[in-house]
C-alpha cells in the first residue's frame, strides 16, 4: 500500500457521505470519489502537507462535484416537482431527474434533507456542508472554495435561510433502531406481503405521502394512499421484503414475484408513518442488501422474569 492509500483510504466513508449530500445521487457520488482519489494520487507528490489529508481530499472532492452539479439540473423527490395527485399520472421523468437512496444508518441522510440541500445553488450547498456538517473553519472553506472568509459567512447565511424555508426538520422523527420503528416497519412489511390494505392503512398518519419513483406520481392523505395500496398488493406472496436501513430511515428491500422490484423508505415518526417513498428501480436490490447487517440489529431480548 503507498503512502497516499494509506493517508486516504480511511477517508473514503466520509467523502462519499459528502458527496452524495452535494450530489443527491448515490452512483454520481461514488463517481466523485473515485476521481477524487484519482486526482490525489496523481498530485500527491506535490502535497506539501500545508492542510491536513482531510481538507486536501475534501477540497478536490468539492470541486469535483461543483463540476457535476453545475452541468446538469438539481435533483429532487416528486413532492418537490408538482401538487400530490388525485388519480395516477404515468409520465415517467428520467433517472438524473432523482434523489436516489442511499445505504445506511446516517441520520444527516435523511431523503428530505437530502432533497431540501439540492434546492440550494451548488456553492451554497457545499458551504453549508463544509461549514455545518463537516465542521471545517471559515477560513479553511475560503481556501477550499477560493472565496473570502466574508463571502463564505454570507453564502452560509443564506443557505440557512433557505433551509429553514424548505425543510423544517421535525423533532418527532424516530431512529430506526428504536422499537417504534422496528415494529411499524414490520407492520409494513407484513401487510404488504399478505396483501392486507387494512393493515397498511392502521400504520400511516392521517396526513402521509406516498411517492413514487422515476414517476413524478406523489400522493398526500391517508385516504389517497390507501387506494394506492389497495391497487398495489396483488395477492399473498406476489411481494417479499428485506428490512433494512437506507438514508438513516428504515426501509424494505422489495422482490414483486420473485424479481428485484427496488427500494420503499419509510419516514417514521411516533404516531406513524408520516411518508413512504418507493424507488422502482431493480438494480437497488443487490446494492442495498450488501449494507452491513449491524445496520439492522436483531430485536432486543425481554427482560428477564422477576424472581419470587
Aim: proline content about 9%.
Amino acid at each position: 500500500m503507498t503512502d497516499f492509500e494509506r493517508a486516504a483510504a480511511p477517508l473514503r466513508g466520509e467523502l462519499l457521505a459528502h458527496s452524495y449530500r452535494l450530489l443527491g445521487s448515490w452512483h454520481e457520488a461514488e463517481d466523485a470519489v473515485q476521481e477524487t482519489y484519482l486526482r490525489g494520487w496523481r498530485a500527491w507528490d506535490g502535497f506539501e502537507e500545508r492542510s491536513s489529508v482531510r481538507t486536501w481530499l475534501h477540497r478536490i472532492a468539492t470541486n469535483v462535484c461543483l463540476n457535476a452539479a453545475r452541468d446538469r439540473g438539481r435533483r429532487a423527490l416528486p413532492s418537490g416537482i408538482g401538487a400530490p395527485a388525485d388519480d395516477a399520472q404515468p409520465d415517467v421523468l428520467p433517472p438524473e431527474t432523482w434523489i436516489e437512496p442511499f445505504p445506511g444508518d446516517r441520520a444527516d441522510l435523511r431523503l428530505a434533507l437530502i432533497a431540501a440541500m439540492q434546492t440550494l445553488p451548488p456553492a451554497q450547498r457545499a458551504v453549508l456542508l463544509l461549514r455545518e456538517v463537516l465542521a471545517f473553519p471559515a477560513a479553511e472553506v475560503a481556501e477550499m472554495m477560493d472565496m473570502s472568509v466574508a463571502a463564505v459567512k454570507s453564502s452560509l447565511q443564506r443557505a440557512r435561510a433557505r433551509l429553514a424555508e424548505v425543510e423544517s426538520g421535525p423533532e418527532d422523527v424516530v431512529e430506526p433502531s428504536s422499537p417504534q420503528a422496528r415494529r411499524l416497519l414490520d407492520a409494513y412489511v407484513t401487510a404488504f406481503e399478505s396483501a392486507d390494505v387494512s393493515g397498511l392503512t392502521n400504520v400511516l398518519r392521517a396526513d402521509a405521502t406516498l411517492e413514487l419513483l422515476p414517476s413524478r406520481t406523489w400522493f398526500k392523505g391517508m385516504g389517497d394512499c390507501s387506494q394506492v395500496f389497495a391497487a398495489a398488493v396483488g395477492s399473498p406472496g406476489d411481494w417479499r421484503m428485506d428490512r433494512a436501513v437506507v438514508n438513516g430511515q428504515p426501509a424494505a428491500v422489495v422482490r414483486w414475484q420473485g424479481k428485484p422490484f427496488g427500494v420503499a423508505v419509510l419516514d417514521v415518526r411516533r404516531d406513524g408513518i408520516a411518508g413512504v417513498t418507493v424507488f422502482d428501480d431493480p438494480a437497488l436490490v443487490e446494492r442495498i442488501k450488501v449494507a452491513p447487517s449491524s445496520a439492522w440489529p436483531p430485536a432486543s431480548p425481554p427482560p428477564p422474569a422477576p424472581k419470587n
